[in-house]
Nanobody, 125 residues
Framework: QVQLVESGGGLVQAGGSLRLSCAAS????????MGWFRQPPGKGREFVAA????????YYADSVKGRFTISRDNAKSTVYLQMNSLKPEDTAVYYC??????????????????WGQGTQVTVSS
């Protein structure tokens, strides 16, 4: 099993930036794809971004494309989410997750089997 700890959330004004981090332990980090998801207030969890095990491939939700960037540092077993040009609708609890199968990646929440505790991001207008 893998343990994930997110950090970097907070309160920011619209147009601002935040960088989320997710530190992993307990599994061979460099062989698994990673993803970021978010859950806005009163809504279900939704896909934000995903990155393949070596970082060669990335995927983004249309709502964040061009504003958010996912990256990873396998030497530090950490995945990042750089969020720029933040909007009030980006307000949510953000979760990182590990894809359940090594050397594969998708965007379906059902195929991510380890989740962090979440970090709150609040964007004020």
């Amino acid at each position: 099993q893998v343990q994930l700890v997110e950090s970097g959330g907070g309160l920011v004004q619209a147009g601002g930036s935040l960088r989320l981090s997710c530190a992993a332990s307990g599994r061979s980090f460099s062989t698994y794809g990673m993803g970021w998801f978010r859950q806005p207030p009163g809504k279900g969890r939704e896909f934000v971004a995903a990155i393949s095990w070596r970082g060669a491939s990335t995927y983004y939700a249309d709502s964040v494309k061009g504003r958010f960037t996912i990256s990873r540092d396998n030497a530090k077993s950490t995945v990042y989410l750089q969020m720029n040009s933040l909007k009030p609708e980006d307000t949510a609890v953000y979760y990182c997750a590990v894809y359940r199968t090594a050397y594969e990646l998708g965007q379906n929440e059902a195929y991510f089997d380890s989740w962090g505790q979440g970090t709150q991001v609040t964007v004020s207008s």
